[in-house]
């Protein structure tokens, strides 16, 4: 098999690009096959069940995609995953994920690619909830952006639903729902006794887990891995701890891109930070805390589509 690329522009200034795949007489049954995207999407192979296939990630921006002939694909969507809460906050949510074959063919496929939501942080008292992240679409599937997670103080912002939901906290305790099916799970929910800390962002894989004291618990929900190339995607965020003790390790994102969420403490005083969400894995961002000042929570990561397709179809 061969590969040729040719580029150029649109009237848009879009960039494009044509791949040319020649198979050989023992080849695809269908003869020479022509990928055409915009977009710019990043090119490379992976081996799946003893076949070499062609993949293009879509990471950023919006794209499409069509070939010559109806062809199967293989097609990951992943969407932003929420940011965490601020404020003796939950994490975000994983963004949801979609995995489909599907036949790609002569129509031309819109690709668009979720950012994670923006971090928010606490200021005059007005704590907020964090932001859901930007859905990702690749032509007939859209997989939904991750929920915010929920913050304490007062006024009390609720976890936000998602592809899969924020985590809860101490009064409004239930985690955010996962509102589309199999694209996630929900957040962990809060802990009505625990006012120290925030449940984690549900996952891919998992709810998030709930708050069990302020120092227990709160971690986000795992992710899980696509089949085609063994990655875990969409982890929820962390939730936030409080000690009083010295400094400990907020609670750990999901793996698959959660964030890690913020620990106050008292000995000294002052908390960690959290940390934003992975992007190309739509993890959920972590939930701040609050002590001494106002500190962010972690952004959610941005999404991805992936395609591929194997040689010889």
Known sequence: ????????????????????????????????????TTGSPAMGTLTYQGRLHDTYTWSSGT????????????VLVVAG?????????????????????????????????????????????????????????????????GGGGGCRSYPTR?????GSGGGGVQLSTAGGAASYGSQGFAGGAGNATYGGAGAGGGGYGAVGTA????????????????????????GGGGGCYYTTGTVIAGPSGGSGGGGTGACAFDSPLGETVATAGTNGLGGGGGGSSCVNGYTASGKGGDGIVVLAIARGD
Do not use: H
Request: hydrophobic fraction near 35%; glycine fraction near 24%.
């Open 1 to 36: 098999m061969s590969v040729s690329n040719a580029g150029g522009s649109n009237i848009t200034g879009a960039k494009w690009r044509s791949l040319v795949r020649s198979d050989t007489a023992a080849g695809g049954a269908g003869g020479a096959l022509t990928i055409t």
């Open 158 to 162: 609720a976890a936000l639903a998602g």
């Open 211 to 234: 708050v069990l004291s302020n120092t227990t618990g709160c971690t986000g929900g795992t992710g899980k891995a696509w089949a085609l190339n063994g990655t875990l995607y969409a």
């Open 81 to 145: 995953g929420g940011s965490g809460g601020s404020y003796v906050a939950g994490g975000g949510g994983g963004g949801g994920v979609i995995a489909v074959t599907y036949t790609l063919g002569i129509t031309s496929e819109p690709v668009v690619i979720g950012a994670g939501g923006a971090s928010v942080t606490a200021s005059g008292g007005n704590a907020l909830a964090g932001n859901i992240g930007s859905d990702s679409q690749f032509g007939p599937f859209l997989a939904k952006g």
């Open 63 to 74: 794209g499409s995609v069509y070939a010559s002939r109806n062809v199967t694909a293989q």
